[in-house]
Structure formats: C-alpha cells, structure tokens
C-alpha cells in the first residue's frame, strides 16, 4: 500500500508519496491541474511506488472547487481517494509542529495524515444528485441577482430615475426568464429520477418545508449515506459545541455550524414558520423557553429537529 498526498490548487497539483512513515522520507512531484495530464500523474504514482492502482491511496482536501475533477478521475481508474476536511488537516498539521506553510509541506502533511489517521473512504455522489446540487446552486444564485435588482429598482424609482428602471426591468425580466427555465429544469430533473422526486414529495410534507427548503435538504440527505439523523445535523452543523474547563470556563454552547451555511439560513427561516405551523417544533421551543434556553438557542435546536425528521 502506497500514500500520496495531493495538494491541490487551481493551476497545479503537487504529490507527495509517503516513502517511509517512521524516517518522514517522501518524494515529491508538481503537475498541472488539467484533466489530460492526470494520465501522467498516475503513470508516476505507479512507477515510483510500484504498487497497482488498487493500492494506492490518495489524499486531498475540499479545495472549492478545484480538487473535484481530480478526485472523480481517480476513483474511476480503481484508487482509493480520501476528501479530507482542511479544518482536521490544519489541526493535525499544527500538532505535528509544522509552522510554515506551502504547497509541498500541505502534500506532505496530507500523506502523514492518511498513514496515521486512518480517514473514512471518499465515495463521490451520485450523478443525478451532484447535477441537482449544481442547478440548486445555480437557481440561488440568480434568486440573489433578482433580488439585488429588485432593491435597486425601489432606489431608482424613488429617485424618479426613469432611465435607469428601463434598464433595471430589461434585466430582471432577463433573469426571472432564465430562473423559470431552470426551475422547469429542475423539474425536469427529478420527473426523470423518481426516487429523487418522491423524496422530495415526502419533504414537503413536513410542516413548514417548502419548495426550497425540501430542495436543499434532498440535495444534502443524498449526498452521502448517513447513518442516523445525529449524523445528518452533525454534518449540517446544527449540533451544540460546548466550551467548559474546570471550574472557571463555562461558555456558552454554540452550534458548530460545519457544512454548507445556506442550508442553515433555510433551516432557521422554516423553524421560524414552524414555530405557528409545525406543532412538534413549537411544542419544542416552548419548552426549551420555559426550562429558561435563550430564543437563539431554541431555534438552533428547532433547526436541529427539522433535520431529524427529515
């Protein structure tokens, strides 16, 4: 078994193969981040470590964007990936005494990380949920476009600039035509993955879940395979952190807030609908308030038991 660590950055991906876990002894290589040259890439893991494709394991941080390309090529020629998450890395990296920090020094930290730590197996999405996730995405982003227009056409219009609406209203007439395409697209898009629209169907059931709420939640609960609704909230970030040492610190709890922070924002706006409409979140709150938590942390934990019953 041979471990690689991959730094990877948008322009180039530097490796790192772990020769000898106890000496630290590696040897090192930078390629290009481009598809064509993965070949290459592999071609030198091989040569240099010996080892078949099945017993090479990589890996590499949740870098954006950037890493992504990479990882599904790998795990498609048969390697054993690892998506580690940078915050771990960052810690590991300080326990290890590491004080600077490049490109060549992360790979190499990443290849001590996966012959000390034993991470969880990467298994990418599967399609249908990684295209969903991506029109999900996009359908947010043109709702921000719309909005932002939106509050400069009330600027405009109380400054009786007539010349500036025009062209306000050309534009949002242009983005609410391309938001309605991709919403039929997302409608499309579940028609022809049955498993995913009745999913969705049974989301929206849960009081206070609507449209876009059941969306981002089906995108998140298919993303991976959770072992339990604990496991759910956790990777949500929507499980309590307590900081308490001795007798003298006792802060306050906080929520994580790991994970993608537009499915938060969604969240709270639904617990705030659930508090009138969803008897078992309002029947929570107003316990937690009564038992003396703070409404912020009430919520939180409405947030949390959204995504226990989803």
């Known amino acids: 078994m041979a471990v690689i660590g991959i730094d990877v950055s948008k322009q180039k991906i530097d490796c790192a193969w772990l020769r000898d876990v106890a000496t630290g002894k590696v040897k090192t290589r930078v390629f290009p981040n481009r598809r064509q040259v993965f070949p290459r890439l592999l071609e030198w893991l091989e040569h240099q ?15 954006g964007i950037y890493h992504e390309t990479l990882a599904y090529w790998l795990h498609a020629a048969g390697i054993q990936v690892y998506v580690l998450n940078p915050a771990q890395v960052r810690d590991f990296s300080r326990s290890l005494g590491v004080r600077g920090k490049t490109d060549k020094k992360d790979s190499v930290v990443l290849a ?17 949920v990684r295209k969903l996730k991506a029109l999900a995405a996009r359908l947010d982003a043109l709702d921000k476009d719309i909005q932002r227009e939106r ?10 600039a007539t010349d500036i609406l025009r062209s306000i209203d050309d534009i949002l007439m242009a983005l609410t035509r391309e938001r309605d395409r991709l919403q039929q697209e997302v409608d499309d898009h579940l028609d022809q993955h049955p498993g995913l629209k009745q999913d969705r169907a049974l989301l929206q059931t849960i009081p206070s879940v609507g449209p876009a709420v059941s969306l981002r939640l089906l995108a998140m609960l298919r993303s991976r395979v959770f072992e339990s609704a604990r496991q759910a909230a956790a990777f949500a970030g929507l499980v309590p952190v307590s900081w308490e040492s001795g007798s003298s610190v006792r802060g306050r709890p906080r929520l994580s807030k790991a994970g993608n922070p537009k499915l938060r924002q969604s969240l ?37 038991k959204l995504i226990h019953i989803a």
Do not use: C
């Not at 001590?112 to 249908?128: D, L, M, N, S, V």
């Open 112 to 128: 001590q990380y996966g012959a000390t730590q034993r991470p969880k197996a990467w298994q990418p999405e599967p399609e249908e």
């Open 268 to 304: 709270y706006m639904a617990a705030v609908v659930g508090l009138r409409r969803n008897p078992d979140i309002s029947a929570l709150y107003q316990r937690l308030i009564t038992n003396g938590k703070s409404k912020m942390a009430a919520l939180g934990a409405a947030m949390r």
């Open 151 to 160: 509050n400069r056409r009330e600027k405009a219009e109380f400054a009786m």
């Open 49 to 63: 470590t010996g080892e078949p494709q099945d017993q090479l394991h990589v890996l590499m941080e949740a870098t």
